[in-house]
């Protein structure tokens, strides 16, 4: 269908006797205007009960690893070796899993991928809760490391495609505000339950997933790929609402869908159209990595009791709330200020926050050896230094999670979910997806061999200087995407016009 065909028919039923220069923006708005989100919303609820999902898997380990840790069967006890692993073998089924996702999106759909990665979340838990040595504890792991990693590629592409631009940013920041919420329930549910009833209740968020799933569409865009135009309609017409001339919606995509091409080839990565934002995906997903995130999160306890705060399992819980209510906010000005301006703003927090944590550690690395020195030459100790510092502690932990929260938190899988054309999104997500848990893989399994080579301090400092780089990898790299249509995107890092 003629895509002028189609803007002549929605211009004509808003009263418009002439396209004006912004004529493009004008169409988008008189369509816009007579969206409905309200379903919209219920199938980005049911998406990101996904996320939630592997933010338990995530979280799990954090409670579970010091009570497996003590555990009376010697068949499940977790030395430090295998506490390691524990808790990072869950990156290595999620980069598989990555490669795995990008893969079934373009087979068998959205929709369909995302229903069967529940299953994988509820085999691996079930595995965990059977176990019956350390081996059952790695095979559950790694499932529900799987799971992960096809959950964090194929939601954040359902959403994009099946979002406009008014509501994209908000509903794709909630992929992260519902991973940080899973991982905050993990760490509350570790405070009153053991690991086994922590594995039950971890594996209710996925089972609704499957269910809810069920009554939700394909995205359109896939639909339109697969030459099912009147599936798309519909499809349009369930999110968008019975009043949206979704027949306009459909022939913009189905446009650009035939400006460039049906199938991705291997001679597509000479097209900037495709190389330029699989670079900047890359670049995104591995700076997320090298901030330090998920090196910090997983051992958050053992970092606190380093820090010597006293109840540590209860700082992590702290912790967690400043991800979820930070995250929020997030997603509730990512459509008005904009992904570049946050993803600034917060690597700047995130630099200054690892810096004052190198401080504190350095601190008290001194203060420890004076005190060593005091002990030896039988002088009497001054008053405690770690009780002048906690808050130097505290402070720094959290203006780290804040700022990570705001931006490059939810920023880069949003992006990630955009910038992509539709005939390599499976591939290049794929590639995005590997590259962000093999690097969570490396920097989880080395992070104490960091701490130890280059002490606490050094470690935080390495993290710091990484957070520099990334906001002016940012400042140089990244565009705006606020307020664009996918194919406005598309054709920008081509460099041409939409039509």
Known sequence: ??????????????????????????????????????????AAFASVLGPMSFGFVLGYSSPAIPELSKIADPRLRLDDVQASWFGSIVTIGAALG??????????????LTLMFCSLPFVFGFTVIITAQNVWMLYLGRALTGLASGVTSLVVPVYISEMAHERVRGTIGSCVQLMVVLG????????????????????????????????????????????GKRREAEEALRFLRGPDAPVEWECARIEDASDEQGSSF????????????PLSIGVMLMMFQQLTGINAIMFYA???????????????????????????AVAALVMDKAGRKVLLIISGIAMAASTTAFGVYFHLMDQAHSN??????????????????LTWLALASMGVFITGFALGWGPIPWLIM??????????????????TNWGAAFIITKTFQDLMNLLTSAGTFWLFSSMCAINVIFTAAFVPETKGKTLEQIEANFRGTAPR
């Open 183 to 226: 991982i905050m329930g993990a760490y509350l549910g570790g405070l009153f339950l053991d690991w086994r009833w922590l594995a039950i209740c971890s594996s209710v968020p996925p089972t609704l997933m499957m269910v809810c799933m069920c009554f939700m569409p394909e995205t359109p865009r896939f639909l339109l790929s697969q």
């Open 301 to 327: 306890e053992n970092i606190f009791e380093q820090a010597h705060f006293k109840d540590s399992d209860l700082a992590t819980v702290i912790v967690a709330l400043t991800q979820v209510v930070f995250t």
């Open 265 to 276: 080839r291997s001679a597509d990565l000479k097209d900037p159209g495709v190389y330029k």
């Open 98 to 111: 990555g490669l795995l996702g990008g893969w079934m999106v373009e087979k068998i759909g959205r929709k």
């Open 371 to 388: 005190a060593s020195l005091s002990l030896l030459a039988s002088e009497p100790q001054g008053p405690d230094v770690h009780a002048d």
């Open 1 to 42: 269908m003629d895509i002028q065909n189609e803007r002549r028919r929605l211009l004509d039923a808003e009263g418009a006797e002439e396209e004006s220069p912004g004529g493009l923006r004008s169409e988008q708005d008189a369509y816009l205007d007579k969206v409905k989100n309200g379903k919209l919303y219920l």
């Open 417 to 434: 979910s955009e910038i992509f054309p539709t005939k390599v999104r499976g591939f290049a997500s794929a590639v995005c997806v590997l």
